[in-house]
Nanobody
């Protein structure tokens, strides 16, 4: 189990950018997969982006591909989500997640894959 804390959320105009951070002691040593998820009011939680420990594999939801980029800085024990060309439909609570129990993930964008979660950070995009 790792303690995850998200930051970087806020309110922006459509077309703007935000960079989310997920910090946690031990991320570089104890996590096999990391991911970003989001949930809007009345909607299901959906996987946005994920990558493995060595960043040799990454996955993106079709709705964000080409606009969002997931990355890690192991020296800082931090996961990032760079969000560009933001749209109003990107408005949601964004959550950081980690898989620490095994290196195998059959569905990297499924919330059932992950066993540790942060508390979320709000992103609001206005038109």
């Amino acid at each position: 189990q790792v303690q995850l804390v998200e930051s970087g959320g806020g309110s922006v105009q459509a077309g703007g950018s935000l960079r989310l951070s997920c910090a946690g002691s031990g991320i570089s040593y104890y996590t096999f997969w990391m991911g970003w998820f989001r949930q809007a009011p009345g909607k299901e939680r959906e996987g946005v982006a994920s990558n493995n420990a060595g960043s040799s594999s990454s996955y993106y939801a079709s709705s964000v591909k080409g606009r969002f980029t997931i990355s890690r800085d192991n020296a800082k024990n931090t996961l990032y989500l760079q969000m560009d060309s933001l749209k109003p439909e990107d408005t949601a609570m964004y959550y950081c997640a980690a898989k620490t129990d095994s290196p195998y993930a059959s569905s990297p964008l499924s919330q059932q894959t992950y066993n540790s979660w942060g508390q979320g950070t709000q992103v609001t995009v206005s038109s």
